[in-house]
Structure formats: structure tokens, C-alpha cells
Nanobody, 122 residues
Framework: QVQLVESGGGSVQAGGSLRLTCAAS????????MGWFRQPPGKPREFVAVITRSSESTGYADSVKGRFTISRDNAKPTVYLQMNSLKPEDTAVYYCAAGADVSRTMRSPDYWGQGTQVTVSS
């Protein structure tokens, strides 16, 4: 079992940057693919990024490609989301998630964090 706790959210102006951190508990962190999702106000939750167990591969939603970078440190164990060139439409609650593999993590993760708010003003 994995417990996930996000941090690093906040308010920033358009064009700015934030780095989200997701700290995981449990000894099996390295066996999970990890992902980030977000839920904009009044909209359903959507996929943002995913990373494989040993960081061999990453994947991104088209809306964040080239601006966001997902990474992980299995020794800590932590997963990060570096967000650059932020836009007002990036405003959302951001969630960390873990799944048995990339496909599962992207569609229906096994574990979720509680979320952290990101607000981007124009």
C-alpha cells in the first residue's frame, strides 16, 4: 500500500513556475508507475503526466507538453512535477497518483493523494 501527500501548490502569475512534490510512504514505491492529474474548477479530473517505475519513460497531456516535466526519486521516495510557463487555464487542484503500471495509472490509479491547489492569475 502507498500513501501520497502533495505539496508545493500556491498562487503564481502567468508565465511563472511552480514545482509540486508528492511524498510517498511505503516500501513498494519503486514498483508503481506514478502520475499527476488535475481538476480545474467545475470540470472533471484530467490526466497530466505519467512516469514509469525507473524513470525510463514519461508521458504528458498535449496541453502541458513542453511546459511540464515529471520526475521521481525512488530513494526518497518522491515524485515531482515541474511546471513552467504557467497559464491561467492551468489553475486546478493537482493530484498525485500511483498505479501498477503506466496504463493503469493513466486510466484508473490504485492510490491518490489529497490534492494541492494551483492558481495562475493573468
Amino acid at each position: 500500500q502507498v500513501q501520497l501527500v502533495e505539496s508545493g501548490g500556491g498562487s503564481v502569475q502567468a508565465g511563472g513556475s511552480l514545482r509540486l512534490t508528492c511524498a510517498a510512504s511505503g516500501r513498494s514505491f519503486s514498483t508503481y508507475a506514478m502520475g499527476w492529474f488535475r481538476q480545474p474548477p467545475g470540470k472533471p479530473r484530467e490526466f497530466v503526466a505519467v512516469i514509469t517505475r525507473s524513470s525510463e519513460s514519461t508521458g504528458y497531456a498535449d496541453s502541458v507538453k513542453g511546459r511540464f516535466t515529471i520526475s521521481r526519486d525512488n530513494a526518497k521516495p518522491t515524485v515531482y512535477l515541474q511546471m513552467n510557463s504557467l497559464k491561467p487555464e492551468d489553475t486546478a487542484v493537482y493530484y498525485c497518483a500511483a498505479g501498477a503500471d503506466v496504463s493503469r495509472t493513466m486510466r484508473s490509479p490504485d492510490y491518490w493523494g489529497q490534492g494541492t491547489q494551483v492558481t495562475v492569475s493573468s
